[in-house]
Every structure is written in C-alpha cells, then in structure tokens.
C-alpha cells in the first residue's frame, strides 16, 4: 500500500563530482564498511581531525543496554572547542574570514570576521563571561537573535568551559523562563532587541519578564547592543557588553577539557510534555560535526559556506558555527528572513557573497516556490554548486523546485536527516557518491548503523517499512538528558532494548536506501492501515494548487481515525468546494483508497516551530475541536495563524 506510485527518478553523480569531491562511490563503500567491521579503528583515526591536547587511548565506550546506558568517547583525551575552532587556524589562515554576517535589511549591511579578530573577540567574550561569575561547567543561557555575538558568546562558554543553553529568540518569557529555571543558569546574555524580517523583537524586555517569575535565580544580564533602542535595566543585575568589555583584559587562554565534558545544552519540546534538554560533550561532538560538514557539503577551502538555521537551533549549532569553523570554512549567518524586503532575498544573497554551499529546511523553499519561479531566475546563483536540506521530510514537488530552478539542475542536493539528540547528520546522500532520488535521504554516514524495526522490534531485512533505530554509537551522539538521565534512557532506548530509538518511521528501498515516512507520533491509523502523515502531505503538494499542507488524525466513528487535512494554496482565493474534492480525489488516485482525506480545511499559514516545523499537536486539537487543551503555544512562530483555524475549522462538535 504505502509503496504506491513511489517516484523512481533518479539523478546520477555527475562525473566531475564523482571526480572532485572528498568521497566517491568506492570511497564511500570502503569507508562504510570499514567503520562498521571496525569502528574503534575507524573513529581512532578520524578522531586525529581535532587537536587533543592530551590524546585519548580508549575510543568507544558505550553501552545501549537497558539499566546501563552509557555513551562516552575518547575519554581520556582533553581539547577545546574554541581553540579547535579558532587558535588552531591562526597560522594558516589568521587573515581568512570566518564569518560573514549578513544583516535584515539590505541597507543594515554585511561585516565580515577574519580568524584573527574572532580570536581577539572572543577572548574579550571570555574574561566578559567570567568577570560576571561563570566558571567553568556553569549554564549559562542565550538568548540572542542572529547576530555575530551569538557565535562569540558560544565560543567564549567553550573557551572556559562553561556550558551553553541557547534558547531560539521566537520563545517568549514563560518557556525562556522554564529553560533558565531547568538550566539553573546564573547568567543570561541576550540583545536590547532583535530584527527579523522588518519586524522588532523585544528579547530584553522578554528576558525581564521571564526574569520576574525566578526571583533571585540569575545574577547577571549581559546586554548586546542590537538597535541601541533603550531598555530598562536593572542596577546590579544588568550590564551593556560594551560596557563590560572595556574593563576586562585581552587574553584568555582556552581551559583544557575532558572529552567527556558537556558543551552545551539545548532544549527540544517533546510532541506533549516538558522540554528535554539534551546533553552535548567536547570531543566526539566536535569530530562528528566536523567531518560530517566536511564531507557531506563537500567543503573545500575557498567555498563560502551558509546554513539559513536559526542559532537557537541544533542545526545552528552544528552547521552554523562547530563543524564550519573546526574546519577552518567560512561561514555566512543571515539575521533575517526569505521574504524580507522581498521573496528574492537569498538569491540576492547568495548572489552578492558569492555563496557556493546553500544548506536551508524544506518549510523556506516551499514558501519561494509558491512566489514564482521569477524571483529566482532574476539572479545569476552562478556560484552555488550544493544544496542541502534539513528539518522536515522534503516532499519530491519541492525537492524538484529547488533541484531545477534554485539549482540550475547542476546542483547535488543533500538532503540531511538528523536530530538534536544525535548531534550531527546521520542519513544522508554524499554529492559525489550517492545518485540522489527525490524525497529520499538514502545513506547513512559513516559509523551509522539504521535498522527498520517492526512495533514488536523485530529487525526487517531488505525493501522494508517501520520504525528507524541505530543499533549503536556515534560520537556526536546527545549523552543524555540534562538532569535527567532515567528519562533518556526511558525516551530512547526502552522502546527497542539495546538501541536507539529516533522515534521516526522509514521506509528502505531495494537499493538501500533510506526514506523518512514522518515522526512516528505522527502515524495515522485509518481502518486498522498506518498512514504517515509526510506521505499524505507529499501527495497533496504534488498537486499543482498546493504549496503547503499538514495532515492530523481526528476521532473517526468508524475508521477509527479520519485524515484531515490543512491545505495552504497557491492563490488563495481558489479555495472552493470543487478544488476540495478535487484534492481528495487526487491523493486517492495517486495513493489509493484508504488514503481518502475525510476534511479538507483551507489555511492562510500553519503553526510552526522556530525550526520551521509543523506543530501537529496544536492541528490535531483543532480538528478535533478539542481548545482545552492547546498545550504550550508560546513557542509558535506566528501565533496570528491560530486564531484563523481555529475560526475556519470543519469539525463542531
Ligand atoms: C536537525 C533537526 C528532528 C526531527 C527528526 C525528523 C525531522 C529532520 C529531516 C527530517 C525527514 C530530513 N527531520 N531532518 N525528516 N528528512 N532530512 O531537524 O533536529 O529539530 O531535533 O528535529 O526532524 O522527524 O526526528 P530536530
């Protein structure tokens, strides 16, 4: 049933990437199975990529058992990030930019840092952090829009080994004050305000709020000049980093860390209940996020690398500011959004920065696919050679947009799957290895053992569909959950004893292959078939009316559970009952019977996290005309949608 109408495009390695790039298809093979058969081996070599300042002896020591998980590697080794990420390139390339920042607004310009004045700023940020108090493993928090000091202010923790917890700047006070709270941060550093897409975020004055409900429990504010617009500050507690940065010294030597040492938390809201704040360490997290961007964007020095993630994001954390400057890359942050001044925003961007590696979600090319293909074609993009992908499954109708028109057709896309918790890319084509197919992100990275489980665990061989689990360790895994190690174990290796639990559905083709069917908290059961909501989604943005949909389950008399769908249009005045059957008929055809949508609701936008996905969650209860219960809404990236579905919904009870 759900192998219907599957698409069998499939776009070979061109030859010159077969040729060029890192890894080709003998390479890729050869070092898979390598670090399969071998992996202590394997990751004593690929560990050498950082410098150790003491060298580790034992590589892998982990455990997916029941009762004794436990994730460490290359324990007796010490490092550090920032001078992996900084002091390490100085000689080589002390004069090459390792950031370009890219303002909201054209008029608000573009900076560019070298290595050499990351290294002076950043241990300026360090002598700040610690004349506030931090020491080595405190928590401190982040609450900062895309702005260069985000990067400082990560690097300056891991310079003195503090522990960061960046909380995404579209958190309002209540859950920025939870995070501060299960954090138990001392010390916040945020901006007088942010700019987005035109628009004035209030981060100081949201801090102070969420400051007002944890009386006592934070000792210091940093405050960054943003907009310069004043904002009240609380004598004692709040201080302007200019202010703070005059009075401390130049120098701050990196402190030596234990592989094992944490270097950041970052908190991720689970579908229901509370936010778990994964843990990550130094050493393997580094490798990892390393020589994953190294090898699946195919960087080679003089590319101008950007990832379009938002810093309070793991993809930010990883693919803006780690595995990019323990690479020595350049790397571009942009503070704004796709449509601000207008939809051509990145191409102009991508244009005048000269940006070869383009790595953004699913959620922004299906929101420039719906503003035409002009708005693209209007810039050259001559220097763009990679796409990536990441965040959501990407639907084929959008995989192919962003193929042939955002890439000319000559682009390899990546279309990267991962998670907070595993810390870098896992599932993932390799541009000068894998032919790449529509849809799917076919291959893991090396070290990376998928399985496709049954719901009673047996492992599936072969062409297969069910729940994805790693049957063991990577060293950019999450080491638990901050403060809360039984829940960890209970979230992701009770479900399946012995492994690791992504909590996705995935489907393996005969090639090998590996496609994501959606979370598995977001499978549907309609008469007694499992239908992945991605798949339901994919069919209807296929159509050509379509430009987003998301598709919940809702109590259904008689199937048990119904599919309803919400369905963003190309135009929105073509809403009609006609172009409704129309849709329903469509995905019947092309998926088949048990695929027929009960409820078709026509939406202006969709609740979304910062990260650009789908709260379903917050769906599902409108469908079922359930407000109750609506759960946590403050992290919503838009909360005016809500109240248009929720005055357009289908289902009164
Ligand atoms: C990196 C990141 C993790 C969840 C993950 C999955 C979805 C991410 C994907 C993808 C299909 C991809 N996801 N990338 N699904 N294809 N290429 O997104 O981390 O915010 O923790 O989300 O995102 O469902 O389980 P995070």
Same mark, same amino acid.
């Given at each position: 049933? +759900? ?12 030859? &010159? ?5 890192? /890894? ?11 670090? /399969?058969? +071998? !992996? ?20 892998? +020591? ?29 000689? &080589? ?13 054209? *008029? ?27 020491? @080595? ?11 260069? %000091? ?9 310079? /003195? ?10 958190? #309002? ?39 007002? *409900? ?34 401390? !010294? ?9 592989? %094992? ?13 509370? !936010? *778990? ?57 942009? &503070? ?13 961007? /991508? ?21 035409? &293909? ?56 390799? !541009? ?34 069910? +729940? ?17 190690? %039984? ?61 987003? #949909? ?39 055809? %092309? @998926? ?6 009960? @409820? ?54």
């Amino acid at each position: 049933m +759900n192998g219907k109408k599957q698409t069998t495009v499939v776009y070979p390695v061109p030859k &010159e990437w077969a040729e060029r790039a890192f /890894i080709n298809a003998q390479r890729y093979e050869a070092m898979y199975a390598a670090s /399969i058969a +071998n !992996p202590e081996e394997f990751w004593r070599e690929h560990g050498k990529r950082i410098h150790w300042f003491k060298p580790y002896n034992t590589v892998k +020591n982990t455990s997916f058992e029941p009762g004794k998980v436990s994730i460490k590697w290359y324990e007796e080794g010490t490092t550090n990030v920032s001078y992996n990420c900084i002091d390490r390139h100085l000689a &080589e390339r002390g004069d090459q930019v390792a950031t370009i920042w890219v303002g909201d607004h054209p *008029k608000d310009g573009a900076r560019s840092i070298t290595y050499r004045e990351l290294h002076a700023i950043v241990m300026k940020w360090a002598n700040v952090l610690k004349s506030q108090g931090v020491r @080595k493993g405190d928590v401190v928090t982040l609450y900062l829009p895309m702005i260069p %000091e985000a990067t400082y202010a990560m690097l300056a923790c891991a310079r /003195i080994g503090a522990v960061h917890s960046a909380v995404s700047t579209i958190c #309002a006070s209540n859950s920025l004050a939870s995070r501060i709270a299960d954090a138990g941060s001392k010390v916040v550093v945020t901006a007088d305000q942010g700019l987005r897409g035109g628009h004035k975020l209030e981060l100081k004055a949201a801090v102070d709020a969420a400051l007002d *409900k944890l009386p006592g429990v934070v000792t210091s504010v940093i405050v960054v000049k943003r907009t310069g617009a004043p904002v009240g500050m609380l004598k004692g507690r709040d201080h302007y980093y200019n202010e703070l940065s005059d009075t401390v !010294p130049e120098q701050c030597p990196p402190e030596e860390m234990k592989a %094992e040492d944490p270097l950041f938390i970052l908190f991720t809201s689970g579908s229901t209940a509370k !936010p *778990k704040g994964v843990v990550h360490t130094t050493g393997g997290y580094l490798v990892y996020a390393a020589m994953t961007h190294q090898y699946v964007f195919d960087y080679h020095d003089g590319d101008i690398y950007w990832c379009t993630a938002d810093i309070g994001w793991i993809t930010g954390h990883s693919y803006i500011v780690y595995g990019p400057l323990a690479n020595g890359a350049t790397t571009l942050m942009f &503070e704004g959004v796709p449509t601000y001044p207008n939809v051509s925003r990145y191409w102009d961007i /991508i244009d005048k920065h000269k940006v070869s590696l383009f790595y953004t979600a699913p959620t922004a090319i299906r929101s420039l696919m719906r503003s035409g &293909e002009g708005a693209v074609k209007s810039y050259s993009r001559a220097s763009l050679r990679l796409l990536g992908s990441v965040g959501e499954p990407i639907d084929p109708k959008s995989w192919e947009w962003y193929h042939r028109v955002v890439g000319d057709g000559r682009c390899p896309i990546v279309d990267t799957w991962w998670q907070t918790e595993t810390g870098g890319i896992l599932i993932t084509p390799l !541009p000068g290895a894998t032919d790449l197919k529509p849809g799917s992100a076919s291959k893991p990275f090396f070290g990376v053992k998928p399985e496709i489980v049954d719901a009673a665990g047996n492992v599936l061989d072969g062409v297969a569909d069910g +729940n994805l689990v790693i049957a063991d360790s990577w060293p950019g895994q999450g080491r638990t959950l901050y403060r809360d190690p %039984e829940r960890f174990e209970q979230e992701y290796f009770s479900p399946y004893p012995g492994k690791y639990f992504t909590r996705d559905g995935a489907r393996r083709d005969a090639d090998g292959d590996y496609s994501m069917t959606g979370r598995v908290d977001d499978v549907i059961n309609v008469s007694g078939h499992r239908i992945g909501t991605a798949e339901v989604e994919a069919a209807l943005v296929a159509h050509a009316s379509v430009s987003e #949909a998301a598709v919940v389950g809702y109590p259904h008399e008689i199937k048990g559970q119904g599919i309803y769908a919400y369905v963003i249009l190309i135009e929105d005045d073509a809403a009609s009952d006609d172009l409704r059957k129309e849709l329903v008929s469509w995905v019947r055809r %092309e @998926k088949g019977p048990t695929f027929t949508i009960d @409820k078709v609701q026509f939406a202006l936008g969709l609740p979304k996290t910062s990260s650009g996905k789908i709260i379903r969650r917050i769906l599902g209860k409108i469908a079922e005309d359930d407000f109750t219960a609506l759960g946590d809404t403050s992290t919503l990236a838009d909360p005016s949608v809500l109240e248009h579905l929720i005055d357009n919904r289908l289902n009164r009870n």
